[in-house]
């Protein structure tokens, strides 16, 4: 994975936590974000994991929860 970034504002990898088992972002007054949107690229069955920065999301994405664990069942989009 790599962190990718085109806007100005100032996210480190390394504030990104755990938080049970979802990958949030950590401000420093210690508030928790959770800000993943995925988008279809043009190869079939891959996404893009993107970072909502200025919490507009265009139609071609949708928000997401990311987390740690694997999932019970698989669910096809």
Do not use: C, H
Not at 3 to 31: C, H, M, P, Q, R
Not at 32 to 50: D, I, Q, S
């Amino acid at each position: 994975m790599q962190f990718v970034t085109k806007d100005t504002i100032d996210y480190s990898d390394n504030d990104f936590i755990v938080f049970g088992s979802l990958i949030t972002w950590e401000d420093a007054k210690g508030i928790l974000e959770a800000a993943w949107f995925a988008e279809e690229t043009t190869t079939e069955g891959l996404w893009v994991l993107k970072w909502n920065t200025d919490n507009a999301i265009d139609t071609a994405g949708f928000p997401i929860a990311l987390k740690n664990l694997a999932p019970t069942t698989l669910t096809r989009l």
